[in-house]
């Protein structure tokens, strides 16, 4: 096998693992190349509308991130995050996984909130799956994506931002918005140890809370 050949499987296999799971029930239920978007169901030249409200994240020890949301382009994922904001849902639960090769940090997961980490980026909400809602903004420094199973329908309640540009995940996984305050919070997550082996931040990475706030209070990103 050539060299090149082998970091186009690593990559692949990276991206597998990196977001199988956010709903326990569902995961492997697909095959992941069966179920490749088309572009005729990719959301193509609309241009991302800040809702009204941006999404606060506060963590424990590593200050804020903001982030602005796109119902305009995701409509249903921005519906069930804000749903899931306003029931506390991600209160008290933690950044599970960060992937500086990737660019990566990842949370939303309810087990976190426990101590079994056997169990975490396996779990989901009360609530069904949100439908793909692929688009062509690209994930770069700052977008927020819908962590999902390998069912290309599988996005539920775990999110992700990444940290640089990453365009293996164009149009494969929902974007719904952006960091506009707080990335560089988000970027030193991104760096913090891990258990040796897995992308588990070494201590536990909380969030105190996540809010809804005014867009109208932080200035434009």
Known sequence: MKRSDMKLLIALM???LAFSACNDKNSNTQNSNANAPKDSNVKAGVKPQPDAQVAVIETADYGRIVIELYPNVAPQMVDRFKKLINEHFYDSTAIHRVDVQLGIIQGGDPNTKGSNVAT?????????????????????????????TNDINGANCQWFITLKKQP????KYTVFGRVIDGIKNAEVIMGAPTVQGTPRPSDKVVIKSVTLQPRANFPAG
């Open 14 to 16: 990276c991206l597998t």
């Open 168 to 171: 293996a995940f164009d149009k």
């Open 120 to 148: 975490y980026g396996m779990g989901g909400s009360p609530y069904p799956n949100v439908p793909a809602e692929f688009s062509d903004i690209p994930y770069e420094r700052g977008t927020l994506g819908a962590a999902r």
